[in-house]
């Protein structure tokens, strides 16, 4: 299982460019620059929504030029089950359902440290299309 990130100055071009190389999102060229776009903390989890330049490769490559990784904030969540969610039943779901739009992010990388409950999610950046609530919705 790949190193668990817990702060954003880890991710580094060449550790972004292993992580989608292995995952199967970037066979040719590398990672040359990351900008970090936005950055938001919520009471769960710290999240980083980053720019990504590739340099050579075919042109043809399932790498995204956006990213949206979340940290959950240590000591308050467990990301094991999130983690799992998008490692083996999102996977298992697409496989099932090939032609179908699943409602679900595509994870481009996702990892979990049992001994200290760290995780970290790399995912498709939605920010053009949805958004998230300052707060809970209040019941009636």
């Known amino acids: ?6 702060d954003i100055q880890q991710v580094t071009p060449a550790w972004l460019g292993e992580r989608l ?11 040359v620059q990351i900008d970090e776009l936005e950055a938001a903390q919520s009471s769960v989890s710290r999240v980083y929504y980053l720019g990504i ?4 490769g075919d042109g043809e490559t399932a ?14 969540t467990r990301g ?16 099932a359902y090939p032609a ?3 409602p679900f992010l595509r994870c481009y990388d ?10 970290h999610l790399l995912l498709e950046d939605a920010s053009a299309t949805h ?7 209040p019941l009636r």
């Not at 330049?53 to 050579?56: K, S």
């Not at 094991?80 to 496989?95: G, K, L, T």
């Not at 996702?110 to 760290?118: I, Q, V």
């Not at 958004?131 to 919705?137: C, I, R």
């Open 21 to 31: 190389r292995e995952n199967g999102y970037l066979p040719h060229g590398t990672v």
């Open 80 to 95: 094991d089950r999130e983690v799992e969610f998008y490692r083996a039943i999102a996977p298992a779901m697409s496989e």
């Open 1 to 6: 299982m790949p190193e668990v990130i817990t």
């Open 100 to 102: 179908a739009e699943l």
């Open 131 to 137: 958004f998230a609530l300052d707060g809970p919705l």
């Open 110 to 119: 996702a990892a979990y440290a049992e001994d200290s409950g760290r995780s």
């Open 63 to 76: 790498a995204p030029p956006r990213l949206f990784l979340k940290l959950p904030n240590p000591g308050l």
């Open 53 to 56: 330049r590739y340099a050579g």
